[in-house]
């Protein structure tokens, strides 16, 4: 199967929703990463998605909508918070986990009784939905276990042969995949799965919110997460990523200038100086680092890197996120200088 690549426009969109509700599967874009869509309600379609990805059938998807009604249509009970997040923050990079309805399969839900769901802030993304007229499960559009997709080539990279269409709508603003939460105490408290553009300092105004130990923390091998994405490997590329931690950049350059070998790479803010090894910048903002992480992770790849050193992003904010991301790329390997 030759895999096209098309602009996000109006009749590449409609081929895309042609082939999504003759169940099977196509890349979209979205203003997170990219995301491989498939009907919500179709089994076969979900299971086309597990396959191309190469993904672990008990690590569950999120499902994409364009408006309230089809919440509604999918989940048990809706929170009155849930509701004031929704609000707030969508269309937007927020997912929030419910109490599924029989219509959303367990193909979705990975086994699950709950279902994860956001409205994407991406027009062709939305456009997508509507002209389907059902939910999009989509997880991001990487073969499992690599960084996610932030352009259309990073899609085509990983699943070309894999499917039959990538909807090209340039690259992802944010770069980081969405905040996942889940409610606690009867719906009125907040505990975030996964860290995202939607911080807990955002949402800490809502309600009171917890981090779940698996953010920064490796999950024992047998241990039962909240949220199974956390347990797998994730955001690697081939070669080896250390996380160097520190404040003093001389100190710094040291360090990485004495590791210098055939094959390493430091990926860097951009503004340190005296750094001699051959570098990547990822950006100064905790912003410009989560829209450039994944793809710094991979062009190590397209460089043949053995080692990246990469430095440590801030750990609030959205730095949170940046840094939950890194550290499973990492392996959980930080080295403080
Ligand atoms: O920004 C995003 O969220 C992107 C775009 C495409 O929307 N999607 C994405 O999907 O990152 P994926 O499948 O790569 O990550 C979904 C995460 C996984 O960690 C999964 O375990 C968790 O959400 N998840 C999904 N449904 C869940 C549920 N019912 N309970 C707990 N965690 C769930
Ligand atoms: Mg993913």
Redesign the pocket.
Known sequence: METKILAADLDSLKEAARLIKSGDIVA?P????????ASAYDTNACAKVFKAKG?PQD????I?ICDIDMLYDSVEEVPPLALTLAEKFWPG?L?M?FK?KDVIPYA???G?D???V?M?DSKA?LELIRLCKVPLA?????RSGSP?PTCAKHVYDDLNGRIPLIIDGGECI?G???T?L?FTDEGKNIHI??P?AVTAEMLGEYASVTLDGAVFQKPADNAKV?????KYKHYSPKAEIIIIESDNEEKLAEYLNSHIESGAYAVLYGNEKNVLMPRIDYGNTAEEKAHNLFSALRKTDELGAVRAYVRSPEKDGIGTAVYNRLLRAAAFRVIKI
């Open positions: 979209m979205t203003e997170t990463v990219y995301g491989l869509a993904r690590n569950p998807l999120i994409h990079p997912t986990i599924k979705v839900s990975g699950l709950t279902v994860a956001r994407p993304a989509a997880p991001s559009a990487n996610s944010t980081i995949e969405s996942v889940c799965l996964r995202g909240l949220s199974p994405g956390m």
